[in-house]
């Protein structure tokens, strides 16, 4: 289990709302330690809900979900989650904002700020640790919002979407940045997204859900070199793997 970072057994997830829905069924597979993992599927097919899952903020109809051999029902915190939406506090400065989840994992504020002190160049908001969220573009707040999920030290990360908002060139300018982050940090991450060029670009296994409820249909390993460049996408490796997830999602599954 030590080089095993999450495994999901026979999950199912029904919300209990006025009507019922069925979200996930029957999702299964293992993260493996520093692994880049990506999740892609139709919209509503459960793909966030699954991380909400993974995360212990929803506990499973069915199955069980272990995060480094524990449950992740069984307590909050055990992985640092970025959400859609960068929520961001607009009264905290950048760098209260990058310590907000560090602070409330109960880091002492000093020690948080120190770490965020040490990352401020490498996520590129050097010179604006005193500025207001407002004052900054959209890449550098989604940089912040990943700082701060990274000074938060657990070793899974969950990305929910985090480049989704972003223009086009901006998104790209953030795919190869995060590579660079993750190819210093080595953590566990397991991203969503819908960008099926993100999702090869960054992933070492790429797993295909099907429609709601969602479950996986494939399971697709990336073996492109990396680094991996912006000119990758044009390769005709990069283009058959492409072709291959396309084909799945448009199968009706």
């Known amino acids: 289990m030590d080089d095993i970072a999450v495994e ?3 999950v199912d997830y029904t919300y209990s709302q006025s009507q019922k829905v069925h979200a996930l069924r029957n999702v299964s597979f293992k993260v493996n330690t520093s692994e880049f993992v990506s999740f892609i599927g139709p919209s509503g097919c459960g793909k966030s809900t699954l991380l909400h899952l993974i995360s ?3 506990n499973p109809s069915k199955g069980v979900i272990h995060v480094n051999g524990k449950k992740s029902s069984s307590g909050l915190g055990r992985v640092a989650f970025m959400p859609q939406r960068d929520t961001l506090f607009p009264w905290r400065t950048v760098e209260k904002n990058a310590v907000l989840g560090a602070e409330i994992l109960g880091i002492p504020r000093q020690e948080a700020l120190q770490k965020a002190s040490s990352l401020f160049d490498l996520f590129g908001l050097s ?3 005193k500025a207001w969220p ?3 573009s959209g890449g550098m707040r989604q940089r912040l919002a990943l700082l701060r999920t990274f000074i938060i030290p657990r070793d899974t990360i969950l990305l929910d979407e985090p480049f989704g908002s972003l223009d086009a060139l901006t998104r790209h300018e953030m795919q190869q940045w995060l590579q660079q982050i993750w ?3 080595r953590r566990t991450i397991i991203l969503v997204t819908h960008d099926v060029d993100e999702a090869i670009l960054l992933s070492d296994t790429i797993y295909v859900l099907s429609e709601r409820p969602g479950s996986i249909v494939q399971r697709v390993e990336i073996n492109l070199e990396r680094p991996r460049k912006k000119k ?6 990069f283009t058959k793997i ?3 997830i396309f084909q799945i999602l448009s199968s009706g599954i």
């Open 134 to 136: 407002s004052e900054l």
């Open 232 to 237: 990758v996408i044009n390769s005709t490796e």
């Open 242 to 244: 492409k072709s291959e």
């Open 8 to 10: 999901v057994e026979g």
């Open 127 to 129: 010179g604006f640790e």
């Open 183 to 185: 190819d210093q940090d």
């Open 56 to 58: 212990g903020l929803l």
